[in-house]
């Protein structure tokens, strides 16, 4: 069985990162996709995913990552509950990512190389 996705854009905005209870670090980043192909109008729309990126990954997007950055991200789609009311439960996607590859500078100074894992 095979759950992984590739993602190729830019970030929307900086990332976001938090510190949980558990000492945990989790970075939220949005990335924005082109679409290969025009719409009817003869224009490229754009999907933004919200991306989840843990731990060393997240403290090294948190370093290097700026809005406008062009990476690659490896990810698995995960999926959750949440119980919005008795009668109505819904069912989400989180995309999280598993390594990620910068494809253009990052406007901070410290950017040392193409490419940070959580793969160890």
């Given at each position: ?31 924005a996709v082109q679409r290969p192909f025009k ?7 754009t999907d933004f995913f919200r991306v989840s ?58 950017w040392k190389g193409p490419e940070e894992s959580?793969?160890?």
């Amino acid at each position: 069985m095979l759950n992984q996705v590739i993602l190729i854009g830019r970030l929307a905005q900086d990332p976001e990162t938090k510190t949980l209870d558990d000492g945990r670090k989790v970075s939220y980043m949005n990335l924005a996709v082109q679409r290969p192909f025009k719409n009817m109008e003869g224009n490229y729309d754009t999907d933004f995913f919200r991306v989840s990126v843990w731990e060393g990954l997240a403290q090294a997007i948190e370093s290097y990552a700026t809005k406008g950055v062009m990476v690659a991200v490896k990810a698995r789609l995960q999926t959750w509950k949440y119980e919005v009311n008795e009668d109505k439960r819904l069912t989400l996607i989180d995309v999280v990512a598993e390594r990620i590859t910068y494809l253009s500078h990052s406007q901070k100074s410290e950017w040392k190389g193409p490419e940070e894992s959580s793969e160890k």
